[in-house]
């Protein structure tokens, strides 16, 4: 699944090639998620222009002329991809056609990538504007496993499964760990954490894909890894369920009860 690193990158590369460029034809070959329907998404869109992409937690949000918006959530397997013309690639759900034949589509075997046109506004903070104050209290109140926590979207916004493993490494803090029960200079390790490791990740993909939508790129991670036995640091790297989801940790990591 895409997350805050990935969708940040899309979104600049995506600005960056179609801004302020006229959207000619929306093709929409699978309509089941939309909010609209297929006529009203082409009327509201078609015809305008593409004036920037935006991240908004894990979604999307295009913005067109005529203060029309299009969130699209790609959920678990979207993705997005270059096309030229009336390039159909495989297992499509949008398209969007460009000027002189440029443009790109939303793909999704599993058919489960969301668009919503004029998405409402939500008030939960994105992880990369959260508060130190926001973030401690929130911890305070919960007795949530910390992993749960992190990749909680009515909590904060943007981080899911490979991201949490990642910034739990980073701050030394067992993702088993409940989360009430973390001491304040871990709490503090934790929140520098999440911007310095999302941070850094949106630097290393946005490198690696250029302008080009290479799609998610995991090779730099140092825990969540399938290939990896050990990290750099000689430990050995241990999996386990959480929440269905499988988690990647040491032992070194401070577990609090």
Known sequence: MAELPDLTVFANILTRKFHDKTLNKIDITVAKKLNVSPAELKWALERHQLLAVKRAGKTLQFHFSGEQVLGLHLMLRGELVAIQHEEVPRFQ???????????????????????????????????????????????????????????????????????????????????????????????????????????????????????????????????????????SKGEEIKTEKIGGRTTYYTDEQQLFL
């Open 93 to 231: 759900i949008l398209a969007f056609h460009f000027e002189k034949g440029e443009g790109f589509a939303v793909i999704d075997l599993q058919k489960q990538a969301t668009p919503t046109l004029q998405p409402a506004a939500v008030a939960v903070p994105d992880a990369l504007a959260l508060s130190k104050e926001y973030f401690s209290s929130l911890l305070s109140k919960k007795r949530t496993v910390i992993k749960t926590l992190l990749m909680d979207q009515k909590l904060m916004r943007g981080i899911g499964n490979s991201y949490a493993d990642e910034i739990l490494y980073n701050a030394g803090v067992s993702p088993f760990s409940t989360a009430n029960a973390i001491p304040a200079p871990y709490i503090d390790r934790l929140f520098n954490s999440i911007n310095e490791v999302l941070k850094s990740a949106i630097k290393q993909i946005g490198a690696a894909n250029g302008d080009e939508l290479k799609g998610e790129l995991k090779d730099f991670m140092n825990i969540h890894s399938r290939i990896l036995k050990k990290t």
